[in-house]
């Protein structure tokens, strides 16, 4: 019986490899929804979802059903969902818009900061009851960045301002691109649900390695990606022509780590100058009158590809999106992939991000299909009992200082993300044993 010790814990983990356990193993998934989904901080929606009092969006934060909705005084608000008198969940619409958050078992409603604003039948009510006591509960801490809302189911623990200090920039990177510098996911999502492991997908994001060879379906003949941004005329050079090498330009992307198990991948070369088409060239006047030619140029440089907010949030920077990672048993996990709308950006310039994330990211898509197929294939091949250990260690001991950003980096062929997720999910998970 595996009870969850420090000591048991880090067995699991050695320098460059950790066991197979860590992704097939129910007591262990259950631990991590405890301390991991139930201690750090975790993305729980981006403020754009809710624009008016009233909206809301329902999800689960590891093992527990959460509403994010807009208060009537305009802030953003975390309730749990779950009814105060016997406990059934109050919302039950993946989102929506609603005055008071009524029940449906006995009626009891609550105002959208929780305040519960009407017992049914109040007269039956104990000589005890209080009313202000029997609230919708509110998740213990939350943070927000630009619109982007984290919560933390535990009281204490790191503050949100050290968790996210360090990925400021990554955020930043994406948000200044908006002419009016503020995003919105208001076009929508892609979802889809794996038979693997949540941290399949979270290693995955940081995985550069992987792509010139599970993506080799779309590349063409001169080792070249499809597009996947609005108004670049051709795609990253990812394997050299006539040869099945990793093209030199992918060799030399770096990926860097920072605290907590955060991470990013440097930008994919490609021809920012050359860049064009007549909805791009308009989102560059429009960026141009908002933030003047200098600022412009500098921010369409952007410095990342692939940001990891660990453990359940990611931002693309190439065809732009916000994942969301949601665990739901040791071989079944969520995404939810939405895509970022610019705001002041012209409307054919969002359309044609959209249009182009179909490509790549949707359930049918070239790239994502491609992923899903391999993280089915390691929880198919995990059962196998040949080994206990999985391997990370490419590129151990090349790590180096990056003073520029304050972090550490390798080449992004290497395996340098994962150990630094691992150190992240060592840390969670033995401190609160
Ligand atoms: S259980 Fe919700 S009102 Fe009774
Ligand atoms: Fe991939």
């Known amino acids: 019986m595996f009870d969850g010790t420090a000591d048991e814990i880090s067995k699991l983990i050695e320098p460059g490899r950790v066991h197979r356990r860590v992704y097939t193993d129910s007591d262990i998934f259950e631990l991590e929804m405890d301390r991991i989904f139930g201690c750090a901080w975790i993305f729980a929606g981006h403020t754009s979802q809710i624009p008016n009092i009233g909206d809301y969006v329902t999800s689960d934060i590891g093992r527990q059903p959460i509403i994010f909705i807009r208060h009537k005084d305009g802030t953003p608000q975390v309730l749990l969902n779950r009814c105060a008198h016997r406990g059934p969940k109050v919302c039950n619409e993946p989102c929506g818009n609603l005055k008071a958050l009524t029940c449906l078992y006995h009626g009891w409603s609550y105002d959208t900061d929780g305040t519960l604003l009407d017992v ?216 939810t992939v939405y895509p970022v709308k610019l705001k002041g950006a012209p409307n054919e310039m969002n359309s044609a991000n959209i249009r182009l994330l179909n490509v790549t990211h949707s359930a049918t898509s070239f790239v994502q299909t491609d992923d899903l197929e391999s993280f089915r294939r390691t929880q198919a091949g995990l059962k196998s009992n040949q080994s206990d250990w999985i391997d990370f260690s490419r590129g151990m001991g090349e790590e180096e200082a990056d003073p520029y950003y304050n972090a550490t980096r390798e080449s992004a062929m290497h395996e340098m993300a994962i150990r630094a997720q691992y150190q992240a999910w060592l840390h969670y998970m033995c401190e609160a044993a």
């Open 120 to 335: 049914s039948m109040p007269e039956g009510a104990a000589s005890h009851f209080k009313k202000s006591e029997f609230g919708l509960a509110k998740a213990p801490r939350m943070g927000e960045y630009r619109g982007f809302v984290f919560v933390s189911m535990a009281r204490k623990g790191i503050s949100f301002d050290e968790f996210l200090g360090p990925m400021k920039a990554n955020i930043d990177d994406l948000v200044d691109r908006a002419p009016d510098g503020e995003i919105s996911l208001d076009a929508g999502m892609h979802r889809y649900f794996f038979r693997g492991n949540w941290k399949l997908q979270v290693e995955n994001v940081l995985d550069s390695y992987h792509v010139p060879y599970s993506h080799a379906s779309t590349v063409n003949k001169k080792g070249e990606q499809f597009s996947r941004r609005e108004g670049d005329k051709e795609g990253a050079q990812v394997v050299e022509e006539k040869t099945t090498k990793t093209a030199d330009a992918w060799k030399g992307r770096r990926s860097f780590v920072v605290d907590f198990g955060h991470g990013w991948t440097s930008n994919t070369e490609l021809n920012e100058k050359g860049r064009s088409s007549p909805a791009y060239d308009a989102y560059k006047v429009a960026l141009a009158e908002k933030v003047g030619k200098s600022r412009m140029e500098e921010i369409l440089t952007p410095e990342f590809h692939n940001s990891l907010l660990y453990p359940n949030c990611s931002i693309m920077g190439l065809n732009i999106h916000i994942r969301v990672i949601r665990p739901i048993a040791p071989d079944l996990t969520e995404v």
